[in-house]
């Protein structure tokens, strides 16, 4: 595949990603302006710490229209860059650069509200970078190291939870269900997924087996360091990972989406095999 055609794909798939999760998000009263946030939590780290110093995310609070322009300027981004690329793809990182800002701006203010957290949309400020390459060689290392972060991302969480021992303490799983679920089942208690989770609680051995099968789920993501060979198997495995996690813990993780792109065969970039000429004799 051509390099343009491929950065193509990878721009068009993003943006379908992008604004079917903008759906899901307005259907569920997600966007900022429908969030219209009145107050902020702060976090720990140095660089959420010096964008607060600008007081954007403060501004914001209790301001419908301020909002709206930002989820006019985050919205639209992808879109201009498609365009850009599409027509004048030889500019089109001055287009990148200008998401990068607004992504960045937006992600934090956004998850300094009660929202959601910051690493899950770690796609929006990454995926910006990857379109501001200018050469093909920039790009394609840009494109595995994205690949490389995300197999990174998700067999890390496996890896804790053998550091931590937590996977092989049986009743773990029954504990985080209760305590991630106490307002849902003290408010709903004879809601269906109140009674579910209640199943679960009490059938210790299921709710184990949830969480061993989870772990190893993201264990398996250790293979793609070494082949890319079983990346259509990643992406379903994540798949099926983000529907239990919503169905089960109510997190609804669909946000790093985007990331599945590194592993689509479509847009995965192939590594040169240089290979040595034999002489003719």
């Not at 914001?60 to 879109?79: E, H, K, Q, R």
């Not at 985007?258 to 034999?278: D, E, K, M, Q, S």
Request: hydrophobic share 50%; glycine share 4%; charged share 10%.
């Amino acid at each position: 595949m051509a390099k343009n055609d491929r950065r193509l794909t990878i721009t068009i798939l993003y943006c379908i990603v992008f604004y079917g999760l903008m759906l899901y998000k307005y259907a569920n009263g997600m966007l900022l302006t429908q969030i219209n946030p009145a107050f902020f939590y702060s976090r720990e780290d140095i660089f959420t710490w010096a964008f607060m110093q600008l007081g954007l995310h403060q501004w914001l609070l209790n301001n419908t229209a301020g909002c709206v322009l930002m989820d006019i300027l985050f919205y639209s981004a992808p879109a201009i860059y498609l365009l850009h690329f599409r027509y004048t793809n030889r500019t089109a990182y001055l287009t990148a650069l200008y998401m990068l800002v607004v992504n960045w701006a937006y992600v934090q203010c956004y998850t300094l509200y009660p929202s959601n957290c910051i690493e899950g949309h770690t796609p929006w400020l990454l995926f910006p970078c990857l379109f501001m390459a200018r050469k093909e060689a920039t790009f394609n290392i840009l494109l595995d190291g994205l690949r490389y972060f995300f197999l990174f991302f998700f067999a890390s969480a496996g890896l804790w939870k053998i550091r931590h021992g937590s996977v092989f303490y049986a009743g773990q799983m029954s504990g985080i269900l209760l305590g991630h679920h106490i307002q849902l089942l003290t408010n709903s208690p004879e809601y269906w997924q109140s009674k579910f989770i209640l199943w679960l609680v009490k059938h210790q051995l299921i709710a184990y087996s949830l969480y061993v099968g989870a772990t190893l789920m993201e264990l398996f993501y250790l293979i793609g360091f070494f082949t890319k060979k079983y990346d259509i198997l990643l992406i379903c495995i994540f798949l099926v990972f983000l529907v239990m996690d919503h169905f089960i813990m109510w997190i609804p993780y669909y946000e790093v989406m985007p990331f599945l792109l590194t592993l689509y065969p479509g847009t995965r970039v192939h590594t040169i095999r240089w290979a040595t000429p034999i002489a003719s004799r």
